[in-house]
């Protein structure tokens, strides 16, 4: 495990930096226009939805089948065979969907068609850059393109504010301006790529033909598509819908939120991306036995992490409101903060059970049955949109109901084929320090100084913790640290 953190620190350091200029972003600047923050927000999320279409799981494919590539020095041209597969999909879809609107002319009616000259490019960018972020990651290189792919669309978000709200820029010129920040992200990954490992000129994909492959690529694209799919629906679907069935400005509000939570699980994406080449050995050769010991580290110290970001960012949240502009707006979405806290809690805790379906012969089944769960998170969207009429609240219950459900059956499959799960009694412990954080944080008395309230309680909350795991022994510092800090 400690090789793993330790790879992964910076890595997460510079998601930590893309979640600072976030929530910068978030408290201090679009609250002065909470409809065209919403409007960016929608924009990206959209274009994140579709993002699978446009892609169709070619982009996993090469990490799937590098070491068979690599053994014919064929991994260059599989990447490149990706680019050509992902602009000629691309273009065959932007044709279906002119087709569909003279079918069905209502589409030149919602918010997706109105923004669709911005979707649909900024789509064909993410999957481009996505599929030189898996290819680079094979080599053990996940913090520079982490800063393309993580740290320049939120700088590309907040310029196009900036633009827009305070040196009056038209709308148009400042989501043109969003958009270059995504082609400059993968201009850099490209020669960043390029540096790591010289990319030739020479293009053959007589790979394709050799004993069947381009049917294997396809299949597994396929499925990992259908995967892909449903795990970006119950991911994303909650802000298109809310764009589309309620306004931009609960657009921003809900994201808001979001965006405070979502920062618990910015560990666990370094970990993963290190994690997938490792996992995918050992079920190559079998092993179960370091599979599981390292699915159990990684899942209980992601765990560990996250309940106590989580922890600091509930008990600070309603101060934080109440000195940000249109507090008493934004305050509409602290139930937001509870409800997917929880459930992002609930993901890390699975760990990466997703990379181990995905990478064995069973991948199949990871793949269809996210396509189950997207149903189920548009379906759950509906009926509290439509028939609770909960807005917001209601959507973000439908999100984390899919989730937790998703998640509950990989960790039973994973267990019934291959012996492994990520829970101990170690994490009953976590979550009853969790409990008193949060219950320590309600009973807090406020100062009348509302900044020394929104840093004093966090820090209450963060010395339970310390004293907590000291005497409990939950984790070993030492052992996700760097080793050199002990020395």
């Not at 990206?44 to 070491?67: D, E, S, Y």
């Not at 069973?362 to 998170?377: E, G, R, S």
């Not at 807005?391 to 994973?414: D, E, H, P, Q, R």
Request: net charge positive; with cysteine.
């Amino acid at each position: 495990m400690s090789v793993v953190a330790r790879q992964s620190i910076k890595y997460s350091l510079i998601g930590y930096f893309s979640t600072f200029i976030g929530i910068l972003s978030t408290v201090f600047l679009y609250p002065n226009d909470l409809e065209f923050a919403g409007k960016l927000q929608f924009v990206f999320q959209t274009a994140m939805l579709i993002l699978p279409v446009v892609a169709l799981g070619i982009m996993h494919a090469n990490v799937r089948f590098f070491p068979k590539m690599s053994a014919d020095n064929q991994q260059q041209q599989l990447f490149k065979f990706s680019i050509v597969f992902i602009i000629g999909n691309f273009f065959i879809g932007v044709a279906i969907l002119l087709l569909a609107t003279l079918v069905f002319p209502q589409i030149k009616k919602m918010d997706f068609w109105e923004y669709s000259q911005y979707i649909l490019p900024m789509a064909l960018l993410l999957a481009l850059i996505q599929l030189c972020s898996k290819y680079i990651s094979i080599k053990k290189r996940i913090v520079v393109p982490n800063i393309f792919e993580n740290v320049f669309p939120k700088l590309g978000m907040v310029a196009a504010f900036v633009f827009f709200v305070f040196y009056g820029y038209s709308e148009e010129n400042s989501m043109l301006y969003y958009m270059a920040f995504f082609v400059l992200a993968l201009a850099g990954m490209l020669i960043y790529l390029n540096r790591l490992e010289k990319v030739s000129k020479k293009i053959n994909f007589s790979f394709l033909r050799k004993e069947g492959f381009g049917r294997e690529l396809m299949v597994y694209s396929f499925y990992t598509f259908l995967g892909s799919m449903g795990s970006v629906v119950a991911l994303n679907i909650d802000t298109y819908m809310i764009g589309e069935m309620l306004t931009f400005e609960e657009v921003s509000i809900y994201n808001t939120s979001l965006n405070l939570v979502r920062m618990i699980t910015v560990p666990a994406l370094g970990v993963y991306t290190i994690s997938a080449p490792i996992i995918a050995g050992y079920i190559s050769e079998n092993n179960m036995a370091d599979l599981k010991s390292l699915h159990h580290k990684t899942s209980f110290y992601l765990f560990v992490i996250g309940t106590v970001l989580f922890g600091l960012v509930a008990v600070g949240m309603d101060d934080l409101f109440a000195m940000m502009k249109n507090g008493d707006q934004l305050a509409k979405g602290l139930p937001v903060v509870y409800i997917m806290g929880f459930a992002f809690l609930f993901d890390l805790a699975t760990g990466f059970n997703g990379y181990i379906i995905s990478n064995s012969k069973y991948y199949k089944f990871n793949n269809t049955t996210t396509v189950a769960l997207a149903i189920l998170t548009v379906t759950t969207n509906l009926i509290f949109l439509f028939w609770f009429k909960m807005g917001i609240v209601g959507v973000s219950m439908a999100t984390a109901i899919s989730l937790t459900t998703y998640n509950l059956i990989k960790i039973i499959f994973n267990y019934k084929k291959f012996g492994v799960h990520p829970f101990s009694m170690k994490y009953v412990y976590v979550l009853a320090v969790l409990a008193v954080v949060l219950v320590t944080g309600y009973f807090l008395p406020d100062t009348p100084n509302k900044f020394v309230t929104l840093c004093y309680k966090p820090a209450v909350a963060f010395v339970i913790f310390a004293v907590a795991n000291y005497v409990l022994k939950i984790i070993s510092i030492k052992e996700v640290m760097p080793k050199s800090l002990f020395k």
